[in-house]
């Protein structure tokens, strides 16, 4: 089984700075690699898909990159609203895995 | 637009069995696979299946097999999850998932939240 490896496990961050998480795979998995931000007591919802490609609706502030077993999210001038957990997703191998998540905490 | 609604909360006792509803809106039921995630409580997210609606196939993670069937009822374009010998460690929030095509989970039910306590 793919094991995702994010960090930080938690940040806390203030307004308007700049945030990045990783994501490590234990194996190669390609562009296969997806961001899904889970707000409290919320369903999670897709950010990003194969690596790097913006989900539709999703503000311009988000990106990732990344390929192979190294990836990226990053989060330009952070708003309060982004107060959330990110979860990075595999979709290359079964069984499909998730990171442990990250908890983005706003100052 | 899309959505997915899933059944309400349940409360079971261990060995008990659990099913939960998935009723997809707003777009062609047959045409995506869906899939079941859970969420133990403040725990991160884990993948346990998908069904295809169109033809009823189904995969299962290596952990579930012997325990969950995923079903559908394209008539009323419903998806099921039952698992079955429960025990204290499933309960959790159980999601439904469409899959956007390549297993990404584009748009997600509410959740069902299941405690399985004696």
């Known amino acids: 089984e793919i094991v995702l490896t994010q960090s930080p496990d938690f940040q806390s961050v203030t307004p308007k700075e700049k945030v990045t998480i990783t994501c490590r795979a234990s194996?190669?998995?390609?562009?296969?690699l997806h961001w899904y931000q889970q707000k409290p007591d919320q369903s999670p919802k897709l950010l990003i898909k194969y690596a790097s490609q913006s989900f539709s609706g999703v503000p311009s502030r988000f990106s990732a990159s990344g390929s192979g077993t190294d990836f990226t999210l990053t989060i330009t001038s952070l708003e309060a609203e982004d107060a959330a957990i990110y979860y990075c997703?595999?979709?290359?191998?079964?069984?499909?895995?998730f990171g442990q998540g990250t908890k983005l905490e706003i100052k | 637009q899309v959505q997915l609604v899933q059944s309400g909360a349940e409360v079971k006792k261990p060995g008990a069995s659990v099913k939960v509803s998935c009723k997809a809106s707003?777009?062609?039921?047959?045409?995506?696979?869906l899939h079941w995630v859970r969420q133990a409580p403040g725990q991160g997210l884990e993948w346990m299946g998908w069904?295809?609606?169109?033809?009823?196939?189904?995969n299962f993670a290596q952990k579930f097999r012997g325990r969950v069937t995923m079903t559908r009822d394209t008539s009323i374009s419903t998806a099921y999850m039952e698992l079955t010998r429960l025990r204290s460690d499933d309960t959790a929030v159980y999601y439904c998932?469409?899959?956007?095509?390549?297993?990404?989970?584009?748009?997600w039910g509410q959740g069902t939240r299941v405690i399985v306590s004696s």
């Open positions: 998932a469409r899959d956007a095509y390549g297993s990404i989970f584009d748009s």
């Open positions: 069904i295809n609606p169109d033809s009823g196939g189904t």
């Open positions: 194996q190669s998995i390609g562009s296969n």
């Open positions: 997703h595999q979709s290359s191998y079964l069984p499909y895995t």
């Open positions: 707003g777009y062609t039921f047959n045409d995506y696979y």
